[in-house]
C-alpha cells in the first residue's frame, strides 16, 4: 500500500512568489491535514480537508491556503511568499478523520521551500 | 488552550542504556496522546498512542509510555537503546473524539545515541 506522497520534495522560490504543494494520501484515506515545520516555531497545523470541505484551521494568515479534490488529494498554496515561509511543509492522512478511531495520522516525507 | 511541553532539547544516551523523554501536557479535556519519531529527512511517524484505558502502553519499536493524569505527563521509555533510534521525538495531544485532526505538538527532543 503506498504511502503519503508529496510533491515536490524540494523546492526554491523567491520573495513575492507563490508556491504550490501536492499531497496524495492513502488510497481510501478521506482526511488530509498539513503542518508546518520550521526550527523555530515547531510543528503548527496549517489546515484540515474532509470530503473537499476544510474542517479546521490553524492560525496562519490568509495568504496560506488550500483545497482538497474529489479524489481526496490535496493541494495547498502560498502567495506572496515570505522569508520566513521556508519550512517543510508535511501532509498527513487520515482514514476517517477520527484519529481516536482509526489509530494514527500518517505523513509524508515532506515538501522543502526555501524562499529567497 | 492545548499546549504540550518537552523540556529537553537534546539528550544523549550510550547504546544499551534506558531512555526515559518527558512530556508534560495542558488540556481542558480527556487528552488523547501520542509519540511521534521523526528521522532526518524523512515525516513523522507513529510510536504508540494513548486514548483510554490502560495507562502503560506500548509502541513499536520497544517503546513504552505511561500516562500520569495526576502529573499531565506521557514519559516515553525504552529499556535498551539501539543506534537506530537517534532521531527526533515529538509528542502531541490531539482533540480527542471530535473528528479533527488538529494535533498540538511539543517541540520536540533531538536523542543523540554515542557508542
Known amino acids: 500500500k503506498a504511502g503519503v506522497t508529496q510533491t515536490p520534495r524540494y523546492l526554491i522560490k523567491t520573495r513575492g512568489q507563490q508556491v504550490t504543494l501536492s499531497c496524495s494520501p492513502i488510497?481510501?484515506?478521506?482526511?488530509v491535514s498539513w503542518y508546518q515545520q520550521t526550527p523555530g516555531q515547531g510543528l503548527q497545523f496549517l489546515f484540515e480537508?474532509?470530503?473537499?470541505?476544510?474542517?479546521n484551521k490553524g492560525n496562519f494568515p490568509g495568504r496560506f491556503s488550500g483545497r482538497q479534490f474529489s479524489n481526496s488529494r490535496s493541494e495547498m498554496n502560498v502567495s506572496t511568499l515570505e522569508l520566513g515561509d521556508s519550512a517543510l511543509y508535511l501532509c498527513?492522512?487520515?482514514?476517517?478523520?477520527?484519529?481516536?478511531?482509526?489509530?494514527?495520522?500518517?505523513f509524508g516525507e515532506g515538501s522543502r521551500l526555501t524562499v529567497l | 488552550a492545548q499546549s504540550v511541553t518537552q523540556p529537553d532539547i537534546h539528550i544523549t544516551v550510550s547504546e544499551g542504556a534506558s531512555l526515559e523523554l518527558r512530556c508534560n501536557y495542558s488540556?481542558?479535556?480527556?487528552?488523547?496522546l501520542f509519540w511521534y519519531v521523526q528521522s532526518p529527512g524523512q515525516g513523522l511517524q507513529l510510536l504508540l498512542k494513548?486514548?483510554?484505558?490502560?495507562?502503560l502502553v506500548q509502541g513499536i519499536k520497544g517503546f513504552e509510555a505511561e500516562f500520569k493524569r495526576s502529573q499531565s505527563s506521557f514519559n516515553l521509555r525504552k529499556p535498551s537503546v539501539h543506534w537506530s533510534d537517534a532521531a527526533e521525538y515529538f509528542c502531541?495531544?490531539?482533540?480527542?473524539?471530535?473528528?479533527?485532526?488538529?494535533?498540538?505538538f511539543g517541540t520536540g527532543t533531538r536523542l543523540l545515541v554515542s557508542p
Open positions: 480537508y474532509f470530503s473537499e470541505t476544510q474542517r
Open positions: 502531541a495531544v490531539g482533540p480527542g473524539n471530535t473528528g479533527f485532526q488538529k494535533l498540538v
Open positions: 494513548y486514548f483510554s484505558g490502560d495507562t
Open positions: 498527513a492522512s487520515n482514514l476517517s478523520g477520527r484519529p481516536a478511531n482509526t489509530g494514527e495520522l500518517f
Open positions: 488540556y481542558g479535556a480527556t487528552p488523547y
Open positions: 488510497s481510501g484515506h478521506r482526511s
